[in-house]
């Protein structure tokens, strides 16, 4: 079993910046896919980031490209996500995710196998 747990969201002014981690616990997701995902109020929960074990290959959703930057330390078993030039449309309850499968990213949330509680990120204007 995988624990995961989120951390950094908050409440920040439209342009400003968050640093979500998502530590994990219980058994090294050093083989593991990590995403991020978000859900806003009344909209499906997405993948906004992804990351392959070795962080050899990302993924991000077309809306936070050249904002948002997932990384990982397998070594402290926690993955980041930096979001700059953060906007009101980012705000959404975000979710950490592990996916045994390592070498790919899943799209869907169906191909994760642990899931973190969740993070408030409120972007105000």
């Known amino acids: 079993q995988v624990q995961l747990v989120e951390s950094g969201g908050g409440l920040v002014q439209a342009g400003g910046s968050l640093r979500l981690s998502c530590a994990a616990s219980?058994?090294?997701?050093?083989?593991?896919?990590m995403g991020w995902f978000r859900q806003g109020p009344g909209k499906e929960r997405d993948l906004v980031a992804g990351?392959?074990?070795?962080?050899?290959?990302?993924f991000y959703a077309d809306s936070v490209k050249g904002r948002f930057t997932i990384s990982r330390d397998n070594a402290r078993s926690t993955v980041y996500l930096q979001m700059n030039s953060l906007r009101l449309e980012d705000t959404a309850v975000y979710y950490c995710?592990?996916?045994?499968?390592?070498?790919?990213?899943?799209?869907?949330?169906?191909?994760?196998?642990?899931w973190g509680q969740g993070t408030q990120v409120t972007v105000s204007s």
């Open positions: 995710a592990a996916a045994k499968y390592g070498s790919q990213v899943p799209g869907l949330d169906v191909g994760y196998d642990y």
């Open positions: 990351i392959t074990w070795d962080g050899g290959s990302k």
């Open positions: 219980g058994r090294s997701i050093g083989s593991y896919s």
